[in-house]
């Protein structure tokens, strides 16, 4: 089953008479499971294809359907109420609120749901002991390390049970050793978990950990690759 559906997907700003083309007439599909890594320069529409996909934006034109659902029918709540359920997001920033502890951090995303979950706290308790934080859990992120800081935003982008992750350079701003166990960590949840995972990266050595490869140039798809051998590198991506 397809996760994410885009058909002809095109998103333009107007900058004084000149039209921007973020992105200009993108098709393609996710299957439900996969770990996909999207690349490209900066300027070629990543950054812009991640926002819609999260429903942060809506499109010039072109349909965008996950899991099913044509999200281009969707009032502002029900897009608000898609966002909160079914999509994860981990930032390259990390994005953690300081005056809060780890636990309460992956709690975050419970407090714009309109019901209350009263497992919420036993959930977020047992996502940091998945990810290796289970000594951590009333450390503020000033009390992290910036990997352990990342780990916490990767247990909060799961706390919903989300059907979708999305990664905006999720290990930029750690270094390469790190970037490879974060990377461990994020395929561990996908595939245990069977959750998609779409992130944004310019680590060739990140995106050839990927089971296919988007490369976006000028708005467009460039080319949309599988990788070979599950965990295995390819050279000239």
């Known amino acids: 089953m397809a996760a994410i559906e885009l058909t002809d997907l095109t998103k333009h700003y107007q900058q004084g008479k000149n039209v921007v083309r973020a992105l200009d007439g993108v098709t393609l599909s996710i ?3 996969e770990f996909v890594a999207v690349v490209g320069r900066s300027g070629s529409g990543k ?12 499109p010039t034109s072109g349909r965008i359907l996950i899991d099913g659902v044509d ?7 029900e897009r608000a109420t898609m966002r909160g359920e079914r999509i994860g997001f981990i930032f390259q920033e990390f994005n953690l609120l ?16 309109r ?7 036993a959930r977020a308790l047992r996502l940091l002991e998945d990810v290796d934080l289970a000594d951590r859990v009333e450390h503020r992120p000033a009390e992290l390390s910036g990997g352990q800081a990342q780990r916490v935003a990767i247990a909060r982008s799961l706390i919903n049970n989300p059907a979708l992750v999305l ?20 395929r561990r949840m996908n595939t245990e978990r069977g959750v998609t995972f779409v992130i944004v990266t310019h680590d060739l050595e990140v995106a050839n950990r990927a089971d296919r490869i988007i490369r976006l140039k000028d708005g467009r798809v460039a080319s949309d690759e599988p ?11």
């Open 31 to 33: 299957q439900s499971g």
């Open 47 to 58: 950054t812009t294809m991640l926002d819609l996909l999260g429903l942060l934006l809506r």
């Open 71 to 77: 999200t281009g029918t969707l009032g502002d709540g």
């Open 98 to 113: 300081p005056t809060l502890n780890a636990v309460e951090n992956v709690m975050l995303p419970l407090r714009y749901r």
């Open 115 to 121: 019901r209350k979950d009263p497992d919420g706290r």
């Open 167 to 186: 990664g905006d350079e999720p290990t930029g701003e750690v270094d390469s050793e790190t970037s490879m166990q974060l990377l461990d960590l994020m």
């Open 227 to 237: 990788i070979v051998a599950s965990g295995g590198s390819r050279a000239g991506v």
